[in-house]
């Protein structure tokens, strides 16, 4: 990836306005969907760090490099270019000039994602490409992700941490799939949840933490709707 370092502080200072708000929780929290509808309400950039790891795993897959093979995945992540580019409805994901916006969204892109995500040589190969995209313009952004708050901005000037049981998360991953028309198997779906939850918590670097300050918000029963609405206010009134 081609990235020039903008050390933070020097950002913060040069942009009056900067205000980051992150997001962070577990696979099927419903952070996804509140952060990119949190964003356009506020009129925010949205950083979906994610689609990023996903991104990677898709790439490493492509090229047949092993998803813990760290010194081939940091000489892979010095060769390609990830762009976030506006799409009509959505923001779309291009890997090398291709659009693998629904590539990066298949399970085995998850598994991916997941695997190269504990590598700490892609951890690292993201870090400052997150940072830019997020204090790209006016330096008003949502991210969300696993460790926007805890890692990527952990001055942050509102952080979340969002959570349901696995039960609810696996069911929602599940609807998700279904409604893309993907044959899947709830069975599956759970075990895939838990087990990312496992990888994600148990990591030894970056594991998903609520960040210390993070406002907590369990969704189990609340719409996403009524989640955003919540997080809205909660910005407004810090703002
Ligand atoms: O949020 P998601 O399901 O698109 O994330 C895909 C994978 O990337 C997931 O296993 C966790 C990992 N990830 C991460 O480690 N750190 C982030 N900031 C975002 C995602």
Avoid: W
Wanted: net charge neutral; charged share 30%; hydrophobic share 40%.
């Amino acid at each position: 990836m081609k990235t020039k370092d903008i050390p933070t502080r020097v950002m913060r200072a040069a942009s009056g306005g900067r205000f980051i708000v992150t997001i962070d929780g577990p696979a099927g929290a419903g952070k996804s969907t509140a952060a990119r509808e949190l964003a356009k309400r506020l009129g925010f950039t949205f950083v979906d760090t994610g689609a990023l790891y996903r991104t990677v795993g898709v790439a490493a897959t492509r090229a047949g490099i092993a998803n813990t093979d760290g010194r081939a995945l940091s000489k892979l992540l010095s060769g390609i270019i990830i762009e976030m580019r506006p799409g009509t409805d959505r923001q779309l994901v291009f890997l090398d000039e291709r659009d693998v916006t629904e590539e990066i969204r298949t399970p085995e892109a998850s598994m991916a994602a997941s695997a190269v995500s504990a590598v700490p040589e892609v951890r690292a190969g993201l870090l400052d490409l997150q940072r830019r995209l997020a204090l790209a313009g006016e330096a008003r952004s949502v991210l969300e992700g696993r460790d926007t708050g805890t890692v990527i901005f952990p001055d942050a000037d509102m952080k979340f941490y969002v959570d349901a049981s696995p039960e609810v998360r696996a069911r929602r991953r599940f609807d998700e799939l279904s409604a893309k028309g993907a044959a899947v198997d709830p069975d599956k779906v759970f075990a895939e949840t838990v087990e990312r939850d496992k990888n994600d918590s148990t990591r030894a670097i970056a594991p998903l933490k609520c960040p210390d300050g993070a406002v907590r918000i369990d969704t189990s029963s609340m719409t996403v709707d009524e989640v955003v609405a919540m997080m809205e206010t909660t910005v407004r009134e810090k703002m």
